[in-house]
């Protein structure tokens, strides 16, 4: 004796759908009942719920309904160019998903190092951390994680407190009109350069984002940046003689 037709609400009881994910499914052509009640009523036969079994499948393993009604309903379509496109999709989200987990590991290293406890101090750090991944890719952001680990934070501590006092005696220097390639502002060209150097560890393309960062943004670290880049350009001719080779 064969199955009688099951009613949406019965289908929907026995598989555990929603009764509007069925009508939804007749509405999209991805699901339409062989046949209906006198009264109008869908009726769905043993070969639907075969069919509604493959939707189900392919639904869990995160295929569009576009996707799936393409798939059941064109016998020459490709499974493989369709797996293939959704592995795709599914490793560009694992990487959005590893961004955000590098973000979040970030973030909980700045507030730990900070014990930021307010919520515009966790506020600034999530802004300060936004604007770096503007300027750093994330194997730049990795390699600085991973050389701030090396340094340890009695080191960048010290290197954070020698910047204010270089910064005072540049900006003196050019206040006295101190000659740009005499050996005081060459002496100042080579710690500013040591003191980024602890930073970047001689890597071109993270000098490269770090230049970049305070040439294009107001303030870095709480520091106005318009002041900074005057020093720099004042220690520019100092730092071209350092870098010839003598």
């Not at 106005?224 to 020093?231: A, C, D, I, Y």
């Amino acid at each position: 004796m064969s199955q009688p037709p099951w009613k949406v609400g019965e289908l929907a009881r026995k598989t555990g759908l929603t009764v509007r994910a069925l009508h939804h499914y007749d509405e999209v052509g991805l699901l339409v009942p062989s046949s209906r009640s006198g009264s109008g009523h869908r009726l769905y036969t043993a070969r639907d719920v075969d069919r509604l079994q493959q939707i189900t499948s392919m639904r869990e393993l995160g295929f569009r309904l576009s996707e799936i009604r393409a798939c059941l309903a064109d016998p020459s379509f490709s499974p493989r160019k369709l797996v293939r496109a959704h592995l795709e999709r599914i490793e560009a989200q694992m990487g959005r998903l590893a961004r955000i987990r590098d973000r979040l590991e970030r973030l909980a290293d700045r507030l730990e190092e900070s014990e930021a406890s307010s919520v515009d101090e966790v506020l600034a750090a999530i802004q300060e951390m936004t604007m770096f991944e503007k300027y750093y890719t994330p194997e730049q952001l990795e390699q600085l994680k991973e050389r701030a680990e090396a340094i340890g934070p009695d080191r960048i501590a010290e290197v954070e407190a020698e910047w204010p006092k270089l910064m005072a005696e540049v900006q003196s220097a050019m206040d006295r009109g101190a000659d740009p390639t005499g050996p005081e502002v060459r002496d100042l060209a080579r710690r500013w350069m040591g003191l980024v150097r602890e930073f970047t560890g001689g890597d071109p393309g993270i000098s490269s984002s770090l230049k970049n960062l305070w040439q294009g943004e107001s303030v870095v670290h709480g520091t106005e940046t318009g002041p900074v880049r005057g020093m720099m350009a004042f220690l520019g001719p100092a730092m071209d003689a350092e870098r010839e080779p003598s």
